[in-house]
């Protein structure tokens, strides 16, 4: 949506090697939360964070309201960390905006 | 735990038909529910929210014409797609999640509906 913009729309790693997938919104907001979507279409929640740094096994998420941009790294990347990642931001009146998406894909 | 049912996951409907989809919260209360669809090669939109107790409020390009959604209790919301065409086609997921509460939305495994 126009609100949030994810980059980049496609990524190609060898295992092995870091992501960082960005996004960056137009507008204030309460919280942005990052998600896997499987392959059938549902959602996997990696995390909801509304401002700072949060942490999950390779996994990190960064949250700089002022600058109004949110990150996920994922570190040492896996064949099975191919798919598609999405951030969804959460603006005041409780709306939710989805990006677009980050097709990742981690050869062997 | 907390978690959000739907249902059907998957279905199929001909052209101009009308689809029911359900969406039932379990272990909280779901004081608000979103409605999204995913269409081929998109993202997801939202289609509406419903607060209880407020009005549902329908995003541009959707209308409860078209969407009608029902909110009635804490644990349960439905949406109806009206005169289901081909570009109605894609994946529903509900999210909901209790203000009195500072959790993280949370979202079901969708509705995928097919238009023949």
């Known amino acids: 949506g126009q609100q949030v913009q994810q980059s980049p729309a496609s990524l190609v790693l060898q295992e092995g090697e870091n992501a960082e997938l960005q996004c960056n919104f137009s507008?204030?907001?309460?919280?942005m939360q990052w998600f896997y979507q499987r392959p059938g279409g549902s959602l996997v929640s990696l995390f909801y964070?509304?401002?700072g740094t949060k942490h999950s096994g390779r996994l990190t998420s960064t949250t700089v309201i002022k600058e109004r941009r949110s990150s996920l790294h994922i570190s040492s990347s896996q064949t099975t960390d191919s798919g598609t990642y999405l951030c969804?931001?959460?603006?005041?009146?409780?709306?939710?905006?989805f990006g677009d998406g980050t097709q990742l894909v981690v050869k062997p | 735990g907390a978690l959000v049912y739907q249902y059907p996951r998957r279905t199929i409907c001909k052209s101009g038909t009308s689809m029911r989809m359900e969406c039932q919260a379990v272990?909280?209360?779901?004081?608000?529910v979103a409605w999204y669809r995913q269409s081929p090669q998109k993202t997801f939109e939202l289609i509406a929210l419903?607060?209880?107790?407020?009005?549902?409020?329908?995003e541009q390009n959707f209308t409860q014409e078209k969407f009608p959604i029902s909110h009635p209790n804490l644990s349960f919301s439905s949406m109806t797609v009206l005169n289901a065409y081909l570009e109605d086609r894609g994946l529903y997921l509900c999210?909901?999640?209790?203000?009195?509460?500072?959790?993280?939305?949370?979202f079901g495994e969708g509705t995928r509906l097919s238009v023949l």
């Open positions: 272990g909280f209360q779901a004081t608000s």
């Open positions: 419903s607060t209880v107790n407020s009005a549902i409020k329908y």
């Open positions: 507008t204030s907001l309460n919280s």
């Open positions: 969804a931001l959460e603006m005041g009146n409780n709306r939710i905006f």
């Open positions: 964070n509304p401002s």
């Open positions: 999210g909901a999640r209790d203000w009195d509460s500072n959790q993280a939305p949370l």
